[in-house]
Structure formats: C-alpha cells, structure tokens
C-alpha cells in the first residue's frame, strides 16, 4: 500500500495536476467514477492565496470526495509558499500539499516558480525546508527531470532531506515541454536513490503501461490519460468498462459543468475536458468540427451524447 506520510491511498494511483483541468468538476467525476487513489488540485499561486485573492479562493472551494485531494502551491519564495501552506493546513479541508517545480509556462518560470526552482537549488531546498516547518499535512514534490540538464539526483535527494514525503517526477525536461517521450529509463535509478515514495509521471494511456511502471516506482501520476479513457483508474484497479460508460460520464460531465460555472464559461469547459477523449477515439476530424468550432454549450452537448450514447 501506498502511504504518503500518515495518508494511506487506497490505489498507487494519482491524478496528475493539469491548470484549467482537474478543478472541481473534474475531481468530482474523478470520484464518483473510483479507482483513484488521490487527486490534485490545479496549480493554485501561493500569493493569491496569501492576499485572500477572491479567484484564488473560488478555485480552492471545499468538495466532499471519497478520493483524497491535494492542493498543488506553486510560487518562488519559501515565505509565500509557507504562509499558503499554513493557511491550506488551518483552513481547508484538502489532505496534503503538492509543491509545484516542474511548470515550463513562460510566465511562471520568469516569475521564479515552477521549473525555475529546478535551476536554483539552494532556493529549492529553502522552499520545502519552509513549508515543511509551516505544515503537518503530507507533503509532496512534483519536480522535472531537469530544467535543460538532468538534476534528477540532486533535486529528489534535497527534497527528501527537507523532510517531504514523497517525491513526483515527470521523466521530461522543463526544455522538453510536452514533446517526445518520458524518459522512464532513469526511474529505477531514481528510486534506487530514495527512501521516500516515488511517483512516476508521462505518458501513461493505458492500463498495460500503468502496470508495468507500477514494478519500478511506488505509484503514478496520470494527466492526459485520464481525460483519454475517464475508467482508466478504474481499470487499473481491476474493474471492468463498457464503452456506453462513455455516455454516463458526458452527461454527468455537462451536468457539473452547469452546476459549477456561469455560461459564458461552459463551453470553452466542455471543449478542454472532452479534447484528449475525442483526439484519442477514430472520428476525431469530424467531432474537431462540430465540437471545438462550435459557438454553443447546449449544441456541443447534445452532440457529444449523441455520439456517446447511453442506455
Ligand atoms: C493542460 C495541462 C495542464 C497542466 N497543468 C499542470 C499544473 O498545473 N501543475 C503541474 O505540476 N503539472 C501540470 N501539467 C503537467 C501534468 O501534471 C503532467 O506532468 C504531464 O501532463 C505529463 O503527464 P501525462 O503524460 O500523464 O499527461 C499540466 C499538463 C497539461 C497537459
């Protein structure tokens, strides 16, 4: 069994981070449908959390899940990070605290945070040193492979000195973005050289290759994946799908849409949720057309459940 400090997860499995994404509808459907182990938060700014900013806050609004969720923090400076992490503690009913170091948005590097960290190691370890001491909660590290160099070694060990209680790496570099493959070639050097849980991270899209990254490293983290196939957690739990399962999880999707954001927000929603699930599936050209062109929330939602029927 997996155990991230005091917090014993149900399946080695974790939805990954991903801005825009694994919000509150996300999270919840997430839950209603199991087979996840753990949840994390879209990146959530440290100072906007630190100045009560209202956007942050709404971001942040409390769900009842059966699934424990992380926040993810991200920011520069181990005083804002810190303070954040105390207010998540005392606050919130969130049940551990990801630090964000592995972001290669342009804004958020030149800001100092994300992947930055990754370049400035002493800065690294003050930040984890500092919100370890403002927390109790389980604390965990999503870093890089490197920012253009691998660091791998050096950043996870830092971590782990610092007292955090797991470590997440997507084997790409901050260079890398999003393109080529994960190099999961270095994860049994990087595990050999822990004694925290690792949690591997890229380019997981089926149950196949979750099972077999599961013989190296201690748990894994799964972004696109999830949005591909919403039952792959599911499955990799033992649990079976049928395709028409499709069809309950849109409508559920358009449901909570609905219920969790004003209009003018809905469609540009439905179209960031269901685009890994149309790109992966035969018929993406024709749904590109009728879904990502399309003008209106109520139109696109009829199409999608036309196109995933249900019983
Ligand atoms: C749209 C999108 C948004 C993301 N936002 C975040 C984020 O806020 N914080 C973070 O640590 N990683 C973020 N990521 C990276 C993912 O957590 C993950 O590391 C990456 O997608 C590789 O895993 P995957 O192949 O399973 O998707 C994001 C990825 C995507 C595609």
Redesign the pocket.
């Given at each position: 069994m997996l155990k991230i400090g005091a917090l014993c997860l149900a399946q080695p499995t974790v939805l990954?981070?991903?801005?825009?994404?694994?919000d509150r509808v996300l999270r919840l459907l997430m839950d209603e449908m199991g087979g996840c182990g753990l949840m994390?938060s879209?990146?959530i700014a440290a100072e906007g959390l630190r100045r009560r900013n209202r956007r942050t806050l709404e971001m942040i609004v409390g769900l009842q899940t059966r699934t424990p969720q992380f926040i993810?923090l991200?920011g520069a400076a181990p005083e804002p990070l810190a303070e954040a992490a105390a207010i998540v503690s005392a606050e919130t009913a969130f049940a551990g605290i990801?630090l964000?170091?592995?972001?290669p948005v342009p804004k958020v590097v030149r800001s100092g945070a994300?992947a930055s960290l990754l370049q400035d190691l002493p800065r690294l370890a003050a930040v984890v040193a500092a919100v370890r001491r403002s927390t109790n909660l389980p604390l965990t590290v999503?870093v890089?492979l490197g920012f253009s160099q691998v660091n791998v070694m050096e950043t996870t060990r830092i971590i782990e000195a610092q007292g955090a209680d797991a470590v997440?790496v997507?084997f790409?570099l901050k260079s890398e973005g999003?393109t080529g493959s994960?190099h999961w070639d270095l994860a049994a050097a990087v595990k050999e050289n822990l004694r925290i849980p690792l949690l591997g991270?890229?380019?997981?899209?089926t149950v196949a290759l979750a099972r077999e990254k599961l013989q190296i490293v201690d748990g894994?983290?799964?972004?696109?994946?999830?949005?591909a196939n919403p039952y792959l957690f599911r499955e990799i739990a033992g649990q079976a799908t049928e395709e028409e399962d499709l069809g309950v999880y849109v409508r559920r999707l358009g449901d909570l849409i609905v219920e969790h954001y004003p209009e003018r927000k809905r469609l540009g929603k439905l179209k960031?949720f269901t685009r890994?699930l149309l790109l992966s599936r035969p018929g993406a050209r024709s749904w590109k057309r009728r879904i990502f062109l399309s003008q209106d929330f109520m139109e696109a939602r009829a199409f999608l459940e036309e196109t995933f029927p249900c019983r």
């Open positions: 990954a981070p991903m801005a825009g994404l694994t994390v879209e990146m993810q991200f990801d964000n170091m592995g972001c994300g999503k890089r997440a997507h790409r999003y994960a991270n890229g380019d997981i899209m894994v983290l799964i972004g696109r994946g999830a949005l960031a890994f």
